[in-house]
């Protein structure tokens, strides 16, 4: 049975990995809105999901946090 879990957990995980494009790098414009929106943002990861452009970060004393973009680029 711990097999099974173990093997489900596995396919699991690997579809969440391949989901979104890893290594997105965004476009100047993008960056340099969201720099002006969140200049304190720390630990900045972008990535491409669907037409989108969404960067995961780090704001201190708030919590993680995510901004999405429409990427018409």
């Not at 049975?1 to 173990?6: E, Q, R």
């Not at 720099?35 to 780090?58: Q, S």
């Amino acid at each position: 049975m711990k097999a099974v879990k173990y093997l489900v957990l596995s396919f699991v995980a690997a579809a969440t990995l391949t989901a979104c494009d890893k290594e997105y790098n965004a476009p100047e414009a993008l960056r340099s809105d969201f720099d002006k929106m969140y200049p304190t943002a720390v630990d900045v990861e972008w990535e491409k999901r669907g037409k989108y452009a969404v960067a995961e970060f780090h704001i201190p004393g708030e919590g993680d946090c995510e901004a999405w973009y429409k990427n018409e680029v």
